[in-house]
């Protein structure tokens, strides 16, 4: 499996899918920079807030259908002709886009935290730290789903999913109905870690939303979602390439 990934890192050297994974990144620290200048304990709260509220969901949008293009413009050879099955090579896809999320969540945690001794935050470092982990686990599950959206449907419709979700997710979260929507539930775990809440507002002390019970049982939900979505993204391409 590791051949695999390693694979599909060459194969996005020096692609447009591999300069996103720095460049959303550093749109976030200038995006910050600029809405938040003169203000107090505000840079590092608006960068991870547009981060993981909707540049990372657009950055992972973007390169999945970049990934999904780059195969179908060849028709899948690489895929056809190794005798390695299909399901396992697809796998290798979805586990080197996962290092890509968890490679950019660190860019942000340094750009943030960095930005936030310089200008003043009111994020805890440690929960910064684990939320690179907690969010990069909390957004498996939309990589098969974006994957699938990419090959059946094309970029516009993927796009209007992702955005779709990706509101649904910032009013759901506040709310006791978070567990319900897979995109609601990373936005709530990360409230006690960085103590912002998902429309951008530093959470106050005595916030319910502060509460850290919720961030194990969202882990644990998040994989369900994953495992669940993985299973059926890479059972609908196995039947469709035997076609």
């Avoid at 470092?125 to 449907?153: D, H, K, M, N």
């Avoid at 539930?185 to 002390?205: D, K, Q, S, V, Y």
Wanted: hydrophobic share 55%; glycine share 8%.
């Amino acid at each position: 499996m590791l051949s695999i990934v390693r694979a599909e890192y060459l194969k996005t050297r020096k692609s447009m899918g591999q300069v996103l994974t720095w460049a959303f990144p550093m749109i976030v620290f200038a995006l910050a920079f600029v809405l938040t200048l003169g203000m107090t304990n505000a840079y590092a709260e608006s960068v991870w807030n547009w981060w993981y509220t909707l540049l990372l969901p657009g950055m992972l949008a973007i390169t999945c259908y970049l990934s999904i293009m780059r195969e179908k413009k060849t028709r899948y050879y690489h895929l056809m002709t190794l005798s390695t099955g299909k399901r396992k090579l697809m796998l290798g896809k979805i586990i080197y886009m996962g290092c890509v999320i968890l490679v950019s969540n660190m860019m942000i945690f340094v750009g943030a935290s960095f930005g936030g001794f310089l200008l003043t935050t009111c994020v805890p470092f440690g929960g910064a730290a684990i939320a690179i982990l907690v969010l990069t686990i909390s957004q498996l599950w939309e990589i098969p789903l974006l994957l699938f959206l990419s090959e059946r449907f094309g970029m516009i419709v993927e796009l209007l999913v992702c955005l779709f979700l990706t509101d649904g997710g910032i009013i759901i979260a506040p709310t006791g109905k978070w567990y319900f929507l897979a995109s609601a539930i990373p936005m709530r775990i990360l409230c006690p870690l960085l103590h912002i809440l998902p429309n951008g507002i530093r959470a106050e002390e005595g916030d319910p939303l502060l509460d850290a019970g919720v961030v194990f049982p969202g882990i644990c939900l998040s994989m369900m979602w994953f495992i669940f979505a993985m299973i059926l993204f890479l059972n609908w391409f196995d039947k469709r390439e035997g076609k």
